[in-house]
């Protein structure tokens, strides 16, 4: 993965200029990464600040021959290769489901993946990725939904180079096994990261709240919340995440 790929000192969404590449079949493991967007994009229509130079933006173009059904998965591959390459560098990380990584409890990374499909059949799927690297001024701070950070408030020296080289790999590793229907593994390596586990946490629906203690994954690695009355499962998708 990342073999082939173009580099965009500004553009619109890397994630966009994927897509486009993907549904002309560029090969598999191309990356477009960019040193700034215009309009990068965020999960559930949010957008993602990306000032050049600022931080790491990049998107994949992956065609997993794996039903739309089980693409959710990729996400938290994704959200598990950087989790580790960040604890590589020498920082500590955490995992707010599905795929928002954590320093201290606050945002340094988002991933949005994106997929096309035609009825059972997965087209393609792009992965994106945003990671805060320069320190955040207060303005940029409080235009994030979720409390913010950036990697160099942790790791002053770090180099943007090794650390897309090193995520690279460890996805690179976890995408292969996957494609061989292995992801149990995986999905423990994911728990042991996984924020707020056994918390009380407030699950966003597009019309509706739930609040209950953070319970588990399910094996395909949908959210399980228990209520005390109830266990209910989520899957990744439409729904945010927060500490009660
Ligand atoms: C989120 O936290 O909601 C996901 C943020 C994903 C941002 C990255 S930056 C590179 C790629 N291009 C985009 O437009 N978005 C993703």
Do not use: C
């Not at 690297?133 to 180099?159: C, M, N, Q, R, W």
């Amino acid at each position: 993965l990342g073999h082939t790929g173009e580099y965009h000192d500004l553009i619109g969404s890397t994630n966009d200029r994927a897509k486009e590449l993907a549904a002309n079949k560029v090969p598999e493991g191309f990356l477009v990464s960019a040193n700034g967007q215009t309009a990068g994009r965020g999960r559930l229509g949010r957008s993602w600040n990306s000032p050049p130079g600022q931080g790491l933006y990049f998107s994949l173009v992956l065609y997993p021959s794996l039903p739309p059904v089980e693409l959710p998965r990729l996400t938290l591959l994704a959200g598990l290769a950087l989790a580790q390459a960040l604890e590589n560098l020498g920082v500590n990380v955490q995992i707010k489901w599905p795929n928002d990584l954590l320093i201290n409890g606050q945002k340094v990374a988002g991933i949005l993946t994106e997929i096309a499909a035609e009825a059972e059949r997965t087209i393609y799927a792009v992965v994106g990725i945003g990671i805060n690297i320069e320190p955040l001024d207060e303005e940029v701070k409080s235009s994030f939904a979720y409390p913010a950070t950036a990697l160099k408030e942790h790791l002053p020296g770090v180099s943007r180079q090794s650390l897309l080289a090193m995520f690279l790999e460890r996805f690179e590793k976890l995408y292969e096994e996957f494609k061989k229907g292995e992801f149990a593994q995986s999905l423990t390596e994911y728990k042991k990261r996984l924020a707020f586990l056994g918390e009380e946490v407030m699950i966003i629906t597009g019309d509706r709240e739930y609040i209950g203690v953070l319970h588990d994954l399910g094996e395909d690695g949908s959210l399980i919340i228990n209520d005390g009355n109830t266990v209910k499962r989520f899957a990744a998708g439409e729904i945010s995440l927060r500490r009660k």
